[in-house]
């Protein structure tokens, strides 16, 4: 739009598409593959003219489906329609310079809806850069420079989510570890009170979890940094919270606020796990040439876990709020098992560790027999000899890109 090359019109017709056009006042789907709604939206493409000049570029849209309609069904039913050729309207697609990307990404939002935010995302990448695609994580170290001892940070929880180990690795590094935690509920502001008021003096850090269960207190907590005279300024305080209305506006304007979002697709869940969970002091824990393989079969299994919790009850039968502190406990105890079997010269026990992680660590959340099943043979699978060998693949099936450990 502001390069001239898209009207408003044009933004509305991808916003809104057919939405606006009445059902019984139109031609009804001839199609049983398709649905009303996609019907209705290509009957508003073929009414739109695109840019300043309005091409009317899908005019004919809805008689070419019916006269092709077998192309069009393939292309209905393709996995990434985005990246396919569209029929009868490929070529013209690749010629209009300016507008050609937009149209393909309309059309794919007026009939494969579930596919737009992809191919928003390749829109994006080509027209304005991978960077601002681009997964971004916030370092903790860049919150803690911005933080001050009047200024805490509010961790905005999500599923799946908690910020205490990160936290805790920051404090090592700050020479402030242990930190205070309180968990906050019923009879815990009494604790939280005094573990902020012997921090204020001696400069401590104090972490109050899950506060969402104690916003009286938040009230109270708000007075305090605002009231009291002397807090020592190497005094840092962190909030996590889920989202909720009571929270105090005047602490919640105060306050650094950081959202804590599950990353979306695997690879964003790797650069995560790496640049939150596993550290290059974690690279360097262990002295033997299998740490590293197993710590990215680790993260590779805690990303999947995560990811499949998008698709609902066909990801797992119950929802679980798998979290870091499951993949920073199943790291702890590969880190011990291998370095005691490093130290008595004995081979590790892929039996133990499988049981470990797919039973203790995860498994312990797991409630569904189906969804135990899943993990274990996850475990299986990729907690085995294979892993080392050179031509291991996490996708045990013939693909157009097989998933390797680098």
Partial sequence: VVGGNLTMNDVMVFLKAGSSLDKNAERPCPFRWMSDKAWLNALQLSRHGF?????????????????????WRRWFDENEPENCAVPEYEERIVAERSLGSFVRLVLVRALREDRTSIACA??????????????????????????????????????????????????????????????????????????????????????????????????????????????????????????TARFPIGLLQMAIKVTLEPPAGLKAQLFRTYNTMITQETLDKVDHEKWRTLLYVMAVLHSIVQERRKFGPIGWCVPYEFNNSDLDASLLFLEKHLSTTIMVNQPHSWVTIQYMVAEVQYGGR??????????????????????????????????EYNYKIP
């Fill in 51 to 71: 840019g300043h000049e309005q091409i009317m570029f899908f005019r004919d849209i809805t008689d070419l489906l019916q006269k092709n309609e077998v192309q």
């Fill in 122 to 243: 390749q829109f994006i990448d080509s027209k304005l850069g991978s960077r601002f695609t681009a997964p971004v994580t916030d370092a903790i170290v860049d919150i803690y420079q911005e933080s001050a001892a009047r200024k805490p940070v509010l961790y905005l929880l999500s599923a799946g989510t908690d910020p205490a180990s990160m936290i805790d690795e920051l404090a090592k590094k700050r020479k402030k570890f242990p930190t205070d935690k309180v968990s906050m509920g019923e009879g815990q502001e009494k604790v939280a009170r005094e573990k902020n008021t012997a921090a204020f003096i001696t400069g401590g850090w104090v972490i109050l979890q899950n506060c969402h269960l104690g916003i009286d207190y938040m009230c109270e907590v708000e007075d305090t940094l605002t009231k009291t005279p002397e807090i020592d300024e190497d005094f840092r305080l962190w909030v996590t919270c889920e989202i």
């Fill in 366 to 399: 797991i409630t569904d027999d189906l969804d135990r099943e899943l993990f274990i043979t996850y475990a299986a699978r990729w907690l085995c000899d294979e892993i080392f060998r050179p031509g291991f693949a996490f996708n045990a099936y013939a693909s």
